[in-house]
């Protein structure tokens, strides 16, 4: 598949496959109201509104293939949609910012403790222990999310090197 090109120096890419459809809606409007490219990358076929600003690539179906076009295609500066700690851990290396449908921050020096955290679960899980899984993602998540998208917009598009200051 060929990148997506666009005179703006900064991109949002979104793993769109596990990502709430309402995290999507603010995605959108921010893209509008920001001009800002919005990629959306899932194995299946997705809705988006009209709008120059918005994409979606829809890649093979597959283990990790959509995690794989996001890490191939992120660069310094771009800000990555994703809960997916692996694929966080690698767009961080290449200097994007990474933020989770919940609007927390990962960064350099928090994702080892996460994937640790990861591998753990996983592990129990493995081996038959009950681990639950997330919270329904609820109204403070919307405005976690939407808070910390704006922070980062405003911090990006005002030409400051990190993107995400205040997020800690």
């Not at 709008?51 to 794989?68: C, H, L, T």
């Not at 591998?119 to 493995?126: A, I, Q, T, Y």
């Amino acid at each position: 598949m060929p990148p997506v090109t666009n005179s703006s120096p900064l991109r949002i890419w979104v793993d769109a496959d596990a990502c709430p459809a309402v995290v999507k809606d603010i995605l959108f409007r921010a893209a509008d109201r920001c001009t800002v490219q919005v990629t959306l990358v899932a194995n299946q076929m997705l809705r988006t509104p009209p709008s120059r600003w918005v994409s979606a690539v829809q890649v093979p179906r597959g283990f990790d293939v959509a995690d794989a076009y996001i890490a191939a295609q992120a660069a310094t500066g771009d800000l990555v949609i994703t809960g997916d700690i692996p694929l966080a851990a690698e767009v961080l290396k290449k200097g994007a910012a990474v933020l989770n449908p919940r609007g927390e921050r990962y960064t350099e020096a928090t994702i080892g403790e996460r994937l640790a955290m990861r591998d753990m679960l996983e592990e129990l899980r493995s081996s038959g222990v009950a681990t639950g899984g997330p919270s329904a993602f609820s109204q403070a998540d919307r405005r976690a999310f939407g808070n910390a998208l704006d922070r980062f917009l405003q911090s990006a598009l005002a030409g400051r090197p990190s993107g995400m200051p205040g997020l800690a």
